[in-house]
């Protein structure tokens, strides 16, 4: 009787999906990356996404991060590219309409915030509605979560992205029924659209 093929040592489960590849591209050195980071570690994203934070720390303008985000994406290293930029008040970034028209042609994302990304942050806190330059954006923000420097605690802000997600929106469509758009739309910010992306994430079966 011929001797039976010995049993593999270890039986194989099924394969686990590789998770989704989301690209970041930003020039914030502190609130962008944390607010993000802090996104990824939830254990409902962290399961299927990747955050690939892409920081740019030369002082790159909008221009350059669409630029930058267009030559990624031509190499296929992400599922998808996002960029996210300000505005600014009261100079605006250069370059500002050709960035975003450029992102367009190319089906790269945007994230914007008019005037900086602290506007989406302090919307986490309260419901802020009148104009805003840079530096006031930034005084409110820390007196909403009492920090004392640049850099956040994300666990402030994760309970409550879907509160500030509203009033962006809300924001948003007051903007479009007055016909104001980029830079005239201040305050206001689309990041919504992004974490809303990264929430929704599925790596291919």
């Keep these: 009787m011929g001797r039976r093929p010995p049993r593999p040592l270890k039986r194989s489960g099924p394969k686990k999906p590789e998770r989704y590849i989301i690209a970041l591209f930003c020039e914030g050195a502190a609130t962008e990356p944390e607010y993000f980071q802090?996104?990824?570690r939830l254990p409902q994203v962290q399961e299927r996404t990747l955050l690939?934070?892409?920081i740019d720390l030369t002082g790159a303008v909008p221009l350059t991060l669409v630029r930058q985000a267009i030559q990624a994406k031509a190499r296929g290293t992400a599922d998808e590219y996002w960029c996210i930029?300000?505005?600014e008040w009261p100079q605006h970034h250069p370059h500002?309409?050709?960035?975003?028209a450029l992102a367009k042609a190319k089906a790269i994302p945007i994230a914007v915030s008019n005037p900086a990304f602290e506007l989406w942050l302090?919307?986490?806190?309260k419901d802020h509605q009148s104009h805003l330059n840079t530096d006031e954006a930034i005084r409110d923000r820390r007196s909403a979560d009492l920090s004392t420097d640049k850099h956040l605690d994300p666990a402030k802000y994760m309970p409550l992205r879907a509160i500030a997600a509203a009033r962006a929106r809300n924001l948003g469509k007051r903007h479009a029924?007055?016909?104001s758009f980029t830079p005239h739309d201040n305050p206001s910010s689309n990041v919504f659209d992004l974490v809303d992306a990264i929430e929704r994430a599925r790596p291919s079966a």
């Excluded at 500002?96 to 975003?100: C, H, R, T, Y």
């Design 96 to 100: 500002l309409a050709e960035a975003i």
């Design 38 to 40: 802090g996104l990824s």
């Design 122 to 125: 302090l919307l986490h806190f």
């Design 85 to 87: 930029f300000d505005v």
């Design 52 to 54: 690939d934070l892409r």
């Design 177 to 179: 029924s007055n016909g």
